[in-house]
């Protein structure tokens, strides 16, 4: 499959995941399997596109550390281009990730993405004359020092006459922000992703269609993931469609939400309906959490 060229802004990060034998003794020790891999909202989306067959570039930025070097070297062996700043300054970033079968919280240093800058995205984009579509992870439009790389990207989308999505990202950060101020940043995208806390956030105590509905105001389609409940798309034209989740085996959720944002954003800019998108986000979504780990298998 090929989609055009999509350009995907935002975090590469070293995910720690540990997945807890059982709930976490604080205070004292709990058993775990613990891996080190490659994570970042952005990285990942960008990885599960390139396993779809779908020509992406990663726009992000990284220390200069072994690290940093790791994480674009198992990028690009997963077929992801890779428009990476290196910044000497800072360290490439880090997540600890605590996963239990049905959910997983973050503790995150976000390290060099903070960097990332308006510059950096417009010679990504110069060097991309193929691109058709941008996808932006919130991250990058949640904390100060990055946010106005975020807002670059998106204005500069508009300018190329490329179309846009953003993936809403964490509901904490995005309570500090405000509602008010993040839907004034993506207004006018043309695919806004959020989950069922991120929407409750932005859009109030509604269930998932009303806060499409009262989401679309916004952008002009909207996705609400609800998890083991599944998913809804709701557009401007008052459209909605209603998927179920897959039903698997949960081992660790990381990374979920950005397998399910790639398989949505291949079949919807491939010309799929909105069902048959939610469908390929949902098998995305499912073998995601069957394993450990938030990017495709090698």
Known sequence: ??????????????????????????????????????????????????????????????????????????????????????CPDRATGTVIVLATAGERSMVTERGANLRLAPRDVDAALAAVPDARHLHLSGYTLLDDESRPAGLRALAAARERGLSTSVDAASAAPLRRVGAAAFLSW???????????????????????????????????????????AGAVWVDRAASVAVAPARRVAVVDVTGAGDAFAAGLLAAWLDGAKPTVALGRAGDLGALAVSQIGARPAP
């Open 1 to 86: 499959m090929s989609a055009g060229r999509v350009l995907v802004v935002g975090d590469l990060i070293t995910d720690v995941v540990a997945v807890l034998a059982g709930p976490l003794a604080t205070g004292s020790d709990t058993p775990a399997a613990i891996r080190f891999s490659g994570g970042g909202q952005a990285a990942n989306t960008a990885a599960w596109l390139a396993a779809q067959g779908v020509p992406v570039t990663l726009v992000g930025a990284v220390g200069d550390d072994d690290a940093g070097r790791d994480r674009v070297a198992e990028l690009e062996r997963a077929g992801v281009d890779c428009a990476t700043t290196v």
């Open 186 to 228: 993506v207004r006018g995208v043309d695919l806004l992703l959020v989950n069922a806390d991120e929407a409750t956030v932005l859009a109030g105590g509604l269930d998932p269609a009303a806060q499409g509905r009262v989401l679309s105001a916004t952008a002009r389609r909207i996705v609400v993931k609800q998890g083991a």
